[in-house]
Nanobody, 123 residues
Framework: QVQLVESGGGVVQAGGSLRLSCAAS????????MAWFRQAPGAEQEFVAG????????TDTEPAKGRFTIFRDEAGNTVFLQMNNLKAEDTAVYYC????????????????WGQGTQVTVSS
């Protein structure tokens, strides 16, 4: 059974940092792209950052630019999102997702999803 399990969310003060993790299991994900999306209350799901199976990253998004870094372990089955200088507007549920080869900003193109982890940034 394929599973993506996120962890690392929590409550942090504005300006602080969090590192989210997503552990993938049930198949080999080394040839899959992994990505982070987020969804704030009342808002649409938003692409945050992605990483291809070769390690190329997509962080040219409004949330991530200059503050977030995405990386994955050598085996390719765990992906991390390092979030620095957090702001109140980063408060959301963060989801990990996987699809073949390269990341996409379109949620509907992903094959697998985690259950999400809550990030709350207090101002």
């Amino acid at each position: 059974q394929v599973q993506l399990v996120e962890s690392g969310g929590g409550v942090v003060q504005a300006g602080g940092s969090l590192r989210l993790s997503c552990a993938a299991s049930g198949r080999t994900f080394s040839t899959f792209a992994m990505a982070w999306f987020r969804q704030a209350p009342g808002a649409e799901q938003e692409f945050v950052a992605g990483i291809s199976w070769t390690g190329e990253t997509m962080t040219d998004t409004e949330p991530a630019k200059g503050r977030f870094t995405i990386f994955r372990d050598e085996a390719g089955n765990t992906v991390f999102l390092q979030m620095n200088n957090l702001k109140a507007e980063d408060t959301a549920v963060y989801y990990c997702a996987a699809r073949r080869a390269v990341p996409s900003k379109t949620p509907g193109t992903y094959d697998y999803w985690g259950q999400g982890t809550q990030v709350t940034v207090s101002s």
